[in-house]
């Protein structure tokens, strides 16, 4: 009977620490999904973002680029062909720079949003060493961000 005693005193704490185990396990198994969920939507997101910008540059450039050609189907002089040749070159070129500085703030955009998902689940796990590491790359993505959408506006 002793024995059986002994049993039943150990049991609570074994029962405990069975339960423990599938629980943190099942806990981290939704913590991982939830991580890689967000960021999933994250990506999706910054995907949509950079379409929505080359849509945005094909069509400012087809409207740009039907407008010449309209005008090249009248007469024109030689002056009026080389100011349009120019014009639309210049638009070009100016067209292209927003585009890549719109491409590049969208892309650091969503860069920075991985790394606030990734620094909080660092966050959420105490003693990882990850975290100031995390914390300086953000802080440069913020400063080059900034400065690409000031740049953009401009």
């Not at 849509?55 to 450039?61: G, V």
């Not at 009026?80 to 585009?99: T, V």
């Not at 913020?142 to 953009?152: D, E, I, Y």
């Amino acid at each position: 009977m002793s024995t059986r005693n002994a049993r039943k005193s150990a049991s609570p704490e074994a029962a405990t620490s069975d339960i423990a185990v599938p629980t943190l396990l099942a806990d981290a198994g939704r913590q991982q999904m939830a991580f890689a969920t967000n960021t999933a939507a994250i990506l999706f997101r910054g995907s949509e973002e950079i379409r929505y910008i080359q849509q945005q540059a094909a069509q400012q450039a087809t409207e740009r680029h039907e407008t010449v050609a309209q005008k090249l189907r009248d007469n024109c002089t030689p002056t009026e062909l080389m100011a349009m040749q120019a014009d639309l070159l210049n638009f070009d070129l100016q067209g292209s720079a927003k585009y890549w500085q719109a491409i590049a703030a969208a892309m650091l955009k969503t860069e920075m949003e991985l790394m606030a998902c990734v620094t909080h689940v660092a966050d959420s796990r105490p003693g990882e060493a990850l975290k100031p590491a995390l914390e300086a790359w953000k802080a440069t993505l913020a400063n080059a961000v900034n400065g690409t959408l000031k740049a953009a506006a401009h």
